[in-house]
């Protein structure tokens, strides 16, 4: 919407005038994440980062990132009730990335997904059922 549209112009100006003066770019001007959600960080969380990095992740094409992994598996979590990333996109995404994706989009979860322990579960035991095993024998 139109208020997105103009976050990202703010966010993007940020950034021009941290690349500019050789500043660092706060968490919040590359991501934005509702207050609420920001317990969830761990302490140690990274807060400050360069420009360049607003730029890259800007620019990057997540389309090509999982083309690049393909057709290797990919698990693909997505809560339906995150407010950072439409879960549209990982849908869209879990089509690109074709057979190999497991797309499982969850009900709850918002955007920390791993704050919840059944989503633990849930990653481990895939990662049981779809890597090879020791011996070297592929489980799929």
């Not at 960080?41 to 990132?65: G, I, K, S, W, Y």
């Not at 083309?67 to 997505?78: F, Q």
């Not at 549209?88 to 499982?104: F, H, I, N, Q």
Request: proline share 8%; net charge neutral; charged share 30%.
């Amino acid at each position: 919407g139109a208020g997105s549209e103009e976050r990202w112009r703010e966010m993007r100006l940020n950034a021009e005038s941290a690349r500019s003066t050789d500043k660092p770019v706060a968490r919040s001007d590359i991501v934005t994440l509702p207050e609420e959600l920001r317990k969830y960080l761990p302490p140690t969380t990274q807060m400050q980062f360069t420009a360049d990095t607003f730029f890259a992740l800007r620019d990057m094409n997540v389309e090509t990132q999982v083309g690049r992994i393909r057709p290797r598996p990919i698990l693909l979590l997505h809560a339906a009730d995150d407010r950072v990333v439409s879960p549209l996109e990982s849908k869209e995404l879990a089509t690109v990335a074709g057979p190999m994706c497991d797309y499982r989009p969850l009900e709850k979860g918002d955007h920390f997904l791993t704050a919840n322990p059944s989503v633990h579960k849930l990653i481990v035991q895939w990662l049981q059922d779809t890597l090879p095993t020791a011996s070297g024998g592929d489980k799929k």
